[in-house]
């Protein structure tokens, strides 16, 4: 049975880092379109980061040039990091798994997700 499971949240300051780590279960995490996403509550999840089976990567813009996520096949684990943090990168942070690509893949198509880890960032 396909597990996710979240890591790494907490709070920081403005300006500081955080490396989130989604480690996988029953399945191969480099085999599938991998995702990070977030939501704030009243506010629709939105995706962070997508990671295709090529290693191709897809970040919103708003994270660009700050975010980095990476495989570490040996864990068959996930990392999400997050540097220069900004109060509005505040959220509940999940990762995601769809088989196969990440082409024209919708955020509701992606059938396997964590529990999340919080994310706080004070200004």
């Known amino acids: 049975q396909a597990q996710l499971e979240e890591s790494g949240g907490g709070s920081v300051q403005a300006g500081g880092s955080l490396r989130l780590r989604c480690t996988v279960s029953g399945f191969t995490e480099s085999t599938y379109c991998m995702g990070w996403f977030r939501q704030v509550p009243g506010k629709e999840r939105e995706g962070v980061v997508r990671i295709d089976t090529s290693g191709s990567t897809i970040y919103a813009e708003d994270v660009k040039g700050r975010f980095t996520t990476s495989h570490d096949n040996a864990e068959n684990t996930l990392y999400l990091q997050m540097n220069n943090l900004k109060p509005e990168d505040t959220a509940m942070y999940y990762c995601?798994?769809?088989?196969?690509?990440?082409?024209?893949?919708?955020?509701?198509?992606?059938?396997?997700w964590g529990q999340g880890t919080q994310v706080t960032v004070s200004s």
């Open positions: 995601a798994a769809h088989p196969l690509g990440c082409y024209g893949v919708g955020i509701t198509q992606f059938g396997n």
